[in-house]
């Protein structure tokens, strides 16, 4: 099993900036694709950014593209999200997410796919 614990969420004011981050524990979590997912009240969780394994590779949401950039320290068991610009919509809690079931980044990406693992989740909140 993996333990993923998030941190790093917070208030911050429209147009500025936040890094949330993910601690990776248990089975080798360089083995897993991870990923970051939110949830704004009353809608479904939905998928913001996948990293590969070895983090070569990245994949995001149109949402969030061009704002925000998903990264992986392996030998510190840490994945992070760093958002700037962020926008009253980007209110969620984000959730960190892992899956050793294919190395595929686009599976964590496939709306409906749902992840091995996953954090309790932090509270982003964007103030006008």
């Known amino acids: 099993q993996v333990q993923l614990v998030e941190s790093g969420g917070g208030l911050v004011q429209a147009g500025g900036s936040l890094r949330v981050s993910c601690a990776a524990s248990?089975?080798?979590?360089?083995?897993?694709?991870m990923g970051w997912f939110r949830q704004a009240p009353g809608k479904d969780r939905e998928f913001v950014a996948v990293?590969?394994?070895?983090?070569?590779?990245?994949n995001y949401a149109d949402s969030v593209k061009g704002r925000s950039t998903i990264s992986r320290d392996n030998a510190k068991n840490m994945v992070y999200l760093q958002m700037n610009s962020l926008k009253p919509e980007d209110t969620a809690v984000y959730y960190c997410?892992?899956?050793?079931?294919?190395?595929?980044?686009?599976?964590?990406?496939?709306?409906?796919?749902?992840?091995?693992?996953w954090g309790q989740g932090t509270q982003v909140t964007v103030s006008l």
């Open positions: 997410a892992a899956d050793g079931r294919s190395g595929l980044i686009s599976r964590m990406s496939t709306r409906g796919y749902e992840p091995e693992y």
């Open positions: 248990g089975r080798t979590p360089s083995n897993y694709v």
């Open positions: 990293i590969s394994r070895g983090g070569g590779s990245r």
